[in-house]
């Protein structure tokens, strides 16, 4: 790790455990890089609250803390209206008896000293797939509009005044695990009645909670990766569930899904990052390379919250998310690039609106489009040939990570 890098470790791992350190031996150079690493990651307010002498960042950058302040006050308040919203949802679902099951950060969010600090950018259900009818008729009665975004793992549902729901019937994706998608209906068997407030709402139980933190970050770690948020995610709750897992049977399950070897590295990403006290019923023994967590935490740093967090990583994480099987580099490479030079119409800008009117005109947009990229003057040949090169290293230092990981198709 780089020396912004320590600042921002040391800040996120006091924090986390409301607790306090010191930021007197940064510098101005080192704060501007602190704060553009952090919103990357959408940590501002975690960060914020662990340092002690705010004043002292003030006396280097005032207007840069400010614009810091200002979006850890605004976040915090658009996180408690969520929250708030969701439990009039969450009644909702109750009084019409509907069951569902609320996921990652609507619980993950007290974990944490303050809770508003840990930011959401939605609300992750689960429902059963019969009452999806049922929940989308529902939602819409509560303002909620079905989106575009919606997946084959999900639907997305839009609000104008607070965040997106997205709703599943599935935890864990078939598409990219079989394995565990075999064990739905224990997830359902296993659920605990929880408290949102005064709301009853159901959880996962300890180890499907945690099983399906991790799965979540596998499905990142393949097509983008994932931040720091996510490991933070990992450590605080193992700090509060730590005595309530039953740790072989988690270790069995990660086992039989066939991400034992990531769901390892992930904790012991968590333990060399934040001083995670890793329970001793875990048998690390040969399931891990050393090497390869120190490459896992560099990958992390560089993805940002959602992986894509420059251009040339997108265009690296294309190549690997071709539908070609990884491995058959070549091909991989060509379908990739020959993808996002000849985009369907329904990817293109609306720029190019013509094309998805009229799909004859497709290969005219397709013209459009390259001549567009390569005369744009905002980027020199120098910057071009260096954007195709760190996409290039991208894909391959990825490429080389998941295969590390055993998270290859």
Known sequence: ?????????????????????????????????????????NIQGLVYCGIDNIQYLESIDKELIDSCRKDVFVGGILQIQHINQLKKVFLEFN???????????IFLRNFYPRPEQRTMCDADILVHKEDLQRVRELLTRLGYTESEDSTPAHISFQH??????????????????????????????????????????????????LL????????????????????????????????????????????????????????????????????????????????????????????GVHGNRSMYQTFGNTLLNSNVVFGEKSPVKINSILKIIFPPANVLSHSYSYAKKCKPLLPVAWV??????????????????????????????????????????
């Open 212 to 303: 399906h933190l991790c799965v979540h970050m596998a499905i990142h770690m393949r097509s983008s990766g994932f931040g720091l948020r996510q490991l933070c995610d990992v450590t605080q709750f193992i700090r509060a569930a730590r005595w309530s897992i039953d740790w072989p049977h988690f270790q069995k399950i990660i086992k039989e899904s066939n991400i034992e070897r990531f769901c390892l590295s992930i904790l012991k990403a968590c333990e060399k990052l934040f001083h995670l006290d890793l329970p001793s019923e875990l048998d690390f023994c040969d399931k891990i390379d050393k090497k390869y967590i120190n490459i896992l935490i560099s990958d992390i740093f560089s993805s």
């Open 95 to 105: 009084n019409n008896r509907i069951p569902v099951i609320a996921l990652k950060g």
């Open 368 to 409: 459009h489009h390259l001549l567009a990229g390569i005369f744009n003057k905002r980027y020199s040949i120098i910057d071009k040939l260096s954007f195709l090169l760190l996409s290039d290293l991208t894909f391959k230092r990825r490429l080389k990570l998941i295969k590390a990981l055993d998270l290859q198709k």
């Open 160 to 209: 104008e005044r607070y965040l997106p729901i997205e709703v599943h019937w599935s935890l864990f994706d078939s598409r990219y695990f079989r394995t565990a998608s075999m064990l739905q209906d224990e997830v359902w068997q296993r659920a605990e009645i929880k408290q949102i407030d005064e709301v009853q709402v159901l959880s996962l139980c300890p180890e499907d909670f």
């Open 1 to 41: 790790m780089n020396s912004v890098q320590s600042h921002l470790i040391d800040f996120l791992s006091f924090s986390i455990q409301g607790k306090k350190t010191s930021a007197k031996n940064i510098s101005k150079k080192d704060l501007h890089w602190l704060i553009k690493e952090v919103k990357a990651h």
